[in-house]
């Protein structure tokens, strides 16, 4: 309950899915819960990815009732995202666990520098045309499929860095989630679909189950945040 509650305040706060905070402590519970070691990044992966599934909904009806969702570049990066994170899913199962762990500590870290310097964007930036939109989609989509991130520590600092205001790239990275979410599930279902040791409650390497409690308190959570802590995102 407090992973969910946890994960719903920040999308609901940042405009990420969560999966960067919730997605290690998955990984120990998953272990506890029977998944083999081998393929405990992996769940955990994919189960993060479940979860953005409805912190993404729940925060982009928030950001969306007060128009903070930018519907025409949500379009424009939407069609590289579902490609992108559909391939990052299959490139993670070809992964094994170190690498997986690795590549999630590097992201972290990256993402972390990133915030903490606020390198201010020229006057002069903006967004890129259609094709530019995609292939940064693509990008966005490809890491967070493998990280289980819901692209918010790439695609807020991308639109802020193109002088989009900063509740305005909140609000559409909320939404971004939502299609990092679907594309990187179903990925990470039909990866790991023949795989053996795993438990009977998993799809693939998506354990059907073992989110629902998380879920629970993830749509009230994000929507709190968004109504009282909004001042924060400015």
Not at 40 to 52: F, K, Q, R, V, Y
């Amino acid at each position: 309950i407090a992973l969910g509650i946890g994960s719903g305040f920040l999308a609901g706060l940042l405009g990420i899915g969560g999966g960067m905070i919730i997605t290690p402590f998955l990984s120990v519970l998953l272990t506890m819960q029977g998944v083999p070691a081998e393929y405990a990044m992996h769940a955990a992966i994919a189960t993060s990815l479940s979860i953005i599934l409805f912190t993404s909904m729940s925060s982009a009806r928030a950001h969306n009732r007060n128009h903070f969702v930018l519907w025409n570049v949500f379009w424009g990066i939407a069609p590289g995202i579902l490609v992108g994170a559909a391939l990052g899913a299959q490139i993670a199962s070809y992964l094994p666990t170190f690498w997986i762990t690795l590549i999630f500590i590097i992201f972290v870290g990256f993402s972390a520098v990133k915030m903490f310097f606020d390198l201010k964007p020229k006057p002069t930036n903006t967004l890129p045309g259609k094709p530019g939109l995609f292939a940064v989609g693509t990008v966005i989509g490809g890491l967070s499929g493998i990280v289980g991130a819901g692209g918010g520590f790439i695609s807020v600092p991308f639109m802020v860095r193109s002088n989009v205001e900063m509740h305005h790239a909140v609000g559409t990275s909320a939404a971004l989630g939502f299609p990092i979410a679907l594309a990187g599930t179903i990925g990470y279902i039909y990866a790991g679909w023949n795989l053996t040791g795993m438990p009977a409650w998993t799809a693939g390497y998506s354990p059907v189950f073992s989110f629902t409690v998380i879920f629970r308190k993830v749509p009230s959570a994000a929507v709190f945040c968004f109504e009282h802590c909004n001042q924060f995102a400015s």
